[in-house]
């Protein structure tokens, strides 16, 4: 369980997120959507300790974020970060199984059985048993980002958090990237927090929504709460239509480009 209260961050004397609070509950997904710049990143960031807000307080199963050592956090908290380049040629096992690296003694031949046995069961929950030999960067994007899931989920954390998971994926991808974080959260009481900028992957697959816009809380709610016509037209400034998805019944956002229709008449 994680928890933010009155979260200010700052980068020198730029005001990037003010007064943000932000409870991530065992078993549940909460999505950030806001447009560029709004503080999503920043805000993952600080829940992470990466960056020390300087205001209000982050607390990790009861106890204050800055109380806890490095390692610690790494064991309580994992992060899929956005893509990042990989500079040495390492295979999908190692890769995922550097994600136990916070469990071990440092040093040299630091994993143990356990370690091997978790990579193994990652391997198989995500479905890359097959490609655990294949170096990371020959793998098709949709392959890539489940390598990077899977070496959050081997940790083990509590708390996962996941900045913009799906970009760059296609549709069939995205669900399976966010399919596997469900499960984790059901299976293990996980509690996630997604970055996204698809708010119909969020309206699917999140319990709440967080809507952010210039480093403010907007809004902070169930999907159907927050996803409203009028909220998401203060955020993003474009008039969209919501309905009901046919199929799920979750909201459906779909944006009305007036400039479009300007420009066919
Ligand atoms: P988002 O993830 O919603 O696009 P960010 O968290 O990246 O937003 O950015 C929030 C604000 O903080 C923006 O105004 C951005 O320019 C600023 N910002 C982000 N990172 C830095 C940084 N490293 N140094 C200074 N300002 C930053």
Redesign the pocket.
Known sequence: MLEARDITIR??Q?V?VSNVSLELEPGRITAII?P????????LRTLNGGIEPAGGVIRLNGKPLRSYSRRAIAKGIAVVAQEAELRFPVTVFEFVLAGRFAWAAAGWGWETTLDIEATREVLRETQLEELSSRLMNELAGGERQRAVLARALVTDAGVLLLDEPTANLDLAHQATILALVRKRCNRRQTSALV?THDINLAAEFSDHVLL?KD?KSVAFGRPDEVLTPELLKEVFAVRVLVDAHPITGVPRVTPVHEAHRNLQR
């Open positions: 980068y020198g730029r990037a806001g560029n710049g709004a503080g999503k990143s920043t805000m970055v952010m480093g």
